[in-house]
């Protein structure tokens, strides 16, 4: 019978703080309490047996005197439940770690998994402006890999610089050319973003999302106040439509704010904002997208978010569906029934 070898183990890098009783070992935002004289001594000689690859709990307690042997074998069962220490499968290349990938390590995924999730994630983002821009970055920044920017007259915005930044992060696809290939290149998620309002300007990408069965993420700055959501997904969440249907079912004159809403690409020059707005609002539709394909902790979909910069204060409330929502409701999906498809009487009798 074949012997059964000990597991290799590997050390994850830790701060080390020395206090009058003893130790903190602090990663990610855990901190483990060693006490005891000793304490730093042990784990330095805990950290110089990992110095040259991984090794065995056995092999570090070996470096210990005997009658020592098993409190420290119990000392590093505690590192690997804390995961300090973990198995050495997978991928053992010695690069720094990112705070992404200590990130996924505090929520208990496996960074190298995580990161081949992220980056085989394709995602669209109609608006070339500023906020699209901003979520582009954050997002190369946690590993997506591929971005196209779908370029929309009543989204672009003006900034000097903009377009040439985009190009440099993803593809620009003029929107009608884009909507022809989008069922042979159907991205992920499909975001649709405006700097300067304009919410019913993004309703054109919510039915397109909905057609393709794409999920759907709007993202506006309306009035001082940043909006994210709902994250849409065909068939399970209310859509953007959804959410307009119940915000006029409460506006007062909600025609003549609409009509301002759909001219709001040729009001920029006199839209009113602060670029910490944007670049929150920017990274609150970063971090969601981010939240929901790594499975992070509390993801949601189906919830709008709204920022206020000036009151300080961020609100998530959930969109519950339109019963008779233009773009999502099943009543606009039922087959009709043939009333002229003839029976045959046997079959009647049969049942």
């Known amino acids: 019978m074949a012997e059964t070898r000990p597991p290799l183990l590997r050390l994850l890098p830790f701060q080390l703080i020395r206090r009058p009783e003893g130790l903190i070992v602090r990663r990610g935002i855990e901190q483990l309490l060693l006490g005891g004289d000793e304490a730093a001594l042990v784990l330095e000689t805990i950290v110089t047996a990992f110095e040259h690859g991984p090794t065995t709990a056995e092999a570090v307690a070996g470096l210990f005197a005997e009658p020592d042997r ?17 198995p050495a499968v997978g991928n053992l290349s010695e690069a720094e770690e990112t705070e992404t990938d200590l990130l996924y390590w505090q929520f208990r995924q496996d960074p190298e998994s995580s990161g081949r999730r992220m980056a085989s994630l394709r995602i669209a983002i109609a608006g070339v402006n500023r906020i699209g821009l901003r979520i582009a970055e954050t997002l190369a920044a946690v590993g997506v890999q591929t971005i196209d920017f779908v370029d929309d007259p009543m989204l672009r915005g003006d900034p000097v610089g903009c377009t ?3 190009n440099v992060l993803g593809r620009v696809t003029p929107a009608a050319l884009w909507e022809k290939q989008v069922a042979d290149t159907r991205p992920h998620c499909l975001v649709a973003a405006s700097d300067f309002g304009g919410q019913q300007l993004l309703l054109r990408w919510n039915r397109v999302a909905h057609q393709h069965d794409v999920h759907f993420l709007p993202v506006t700055i309306e009035e001082l106040i940043g909006y994210v959501g709902p994250f849409v997904v065909p068939g399970e969440t209310a859509c953007l439509a959804c959410l307009r249907a119940r915000q006029n079912a409460n506006l007062v004159n909600s025609a003549d704010r609409r009509l301002a809403e759909a001219q709001a690409h040729r009001g920029q020059h006199v839209s009113v904002g602060h670029p910490a707005l944007l670049a929150i609002t920017a990274e609150i539709a970063a ?11 509390q993801w949601r979909v189906g919830h709008l978010i709204e920022y206020n910069l000036f009151g300080a204060s961020m609100s998530r409330r959930r969109v519950f569906k339109a019963p008779r929502c233009a773009v999502c409701s099943p009543l606009h999906e039922a087959v009709p029934v043939n009333q002229r498809k003839m029976v045959p009487m046997t079959a009647l009798m049969n049942r």
């Not at 409190?71 to 220490?85: F, P, V």
């Not at 971090?287 to 902790?297: G, M, N």
């Open 164 to 166: 040439d930044a985009v």
């Open 70 to 86: 098993p409190q420290i074998l119990a000392l590093l069962a505690y590192l690997e439940s804390r995961r300090i220490l973990v």
């Open 287 to 297: 971090f969601e997208i981010h939240r929901f394909y790594a499975a992070l902790p």
